[in-house]
């Protein structure tokens, strides 16, 4: 005679299962509270692995790929300083335009250009993660508004603690700006020397990377324009 549906449940809750808690077993809701508590666990270890401590265990993994001893004397803290440099590297990712001004715009009267020039620059190629360095200048052309010039060059580390390509960090430069005081122009030059060049590939020590971005006014008039590019040179 074939059980129904009905009898198996009632066989079912009959059976004892062995050396299992009451307490620990949920038939009726068929979620055993052993799993819940695994899965407890289970996220508590996956929450407590930090990023540092994921990245350091990569950083460990490629330096025994290369052939290295990880367990040598001057290697056993390296992936975990490789880690946090690579961190601070790329710390851009949390700056945002809004909190680094920090309302450091001013109302202003002033209708002549405003040049920050020579802004030390340090960034990491996205190709092959290998640093590419140099200067940027910028130049903006008020227009009621006038930004604090520190924040000229936060903008420039905001952009370049990232993993980037000179050309893209160009224009994010010059975009920021122009979001930041709506100018009636902006112009940004970065000359760099890029690692990737130097230490492999073509190997040309001396070759420098030059890209520019002209907004506004620095785009539309040749005069502007050709007055920002001959007091960067002086």
């Known amino acids: 005679m074939v059980a129904t549906g009905e009898q198996l449940m009632e066989r079912i809750e009959q059976i004892q299962l062995p050396n299992q808690p009451e307490s ?91 040049i920050v020039k020579d802004i030390d620059m340090f960034s990491l190629c996205e190709h092959h993660l290998v640093p590419f360095m140099g200067k940027v200048h910028i130049a903006y052309l008020p227009n009621k508004r006038v930004l604090g010039l520190s924040k000229l060059a936060r903008v420039v580390d905001m952009f370049s603690r990232r993993l980037q390509v000179q050309e893209r960090m160009t224009k994010q430069i010059a975009t920021a700006i122009t979001e930041a005081v709506q100018p009636h122009g902006v112009a940004v030059v970065i000359e760099a020397t890029h690692m990737c060049m130097v230490m492999r590939g073509v190997q040309k020590a001396n070759a420098m990377t030059t890209t520019s971005c002209m907004l506004g006014e620095f785009r539309e008039n040749p005069k502007t324009r050709d007055e920002f590019l001959a007091l960067i040179r002086k």
């Open 24 to 114: 620990r077993v949920s038939m009726s809701s068929g979620i055993s509270s052993v799993s819940m508590s695994s899965n407890h666990q289970v996220e508590t270890v996956e929450e407590s692995v930090t990023p540092l401590k994921q990245m350091t265990a990569c950083y460990k993994q490629i330096i025994a790929h290369v052939g290295e001893d990880v367990n040598r004397q001057g290697l056993l803290k390296t992936p975990e300083r490789a880690a946090k440099a690579m961190l601070d590297f790329t710390k851009g990712y949390e700056q945002n335009l809004d909190q680094l001004l920090n309302e450091a715009i001013f109302d202003e009267d002033h209708d002549e250009v405003v």
